[in-house]
């Protein structure tokens, strides 16, 4: 068994996400979502790569080309869940933004989730522990 007590910190995961088109993951992430981005790479002044932050979040948005594989294979079996103060309340924000979304529910195991496609399928879910009532 390795030993662990010589590893390193880890301070962040931002995973990165291949996306067809740059420009509609930016405007849904930053317009609808309430990302920063923070850093790009525009080779020749086309947009190919961006980091997007919100609070303590991070993620990574990059063009894909053929190489990177079909569009129906990107993200299969990857969902991501971003930990929130009040799901109902990101709900009614996004919903006033104009995204079409089914409100939060509690799950059996005592989340409240939001669940919500990204324009590339990409599975995010907003949720927080639901309160008793």
């Not at 993200?75 to 089914?102: Q, Y």
């Amino acid at each position: 068994m390795p030993d662990n007590t010589t590893a390193t910190s880890v301070h962040e995961l931002a995973p990165l996400l291949f996306v067809e088109d740059i420009s509609r993951s930016v405007e849904f992430y930053c317009n609808k979502l309430a990302f920063k981005m923070t850093t790009n790479w525009q080779p020749d002044g086309n947009l190919q790569w961006c980091r997007l932050e919100r609070d303590s979040v991070a993620l990574m948005l990059q063009q894909a080309c053929d190489e990177d594989g079909s569009p129906e294979d990107r993200g299969r079996g990857v969902h991501f869940f971003f930990n929130c103060d009040d799901a109902d309340a990101e709900f009614a924000r996004l919903a006033g933004a104009g995204l079409k979304l089914a409100p939060p529910k509690v799950a059996f195991y005592g989340m409240n989730q939001l669940f919500l496609t990204d324009p590339d399928g990409y599975e995010l879910c907003f949720q927080n522990v639901a309160t008793e009532s």
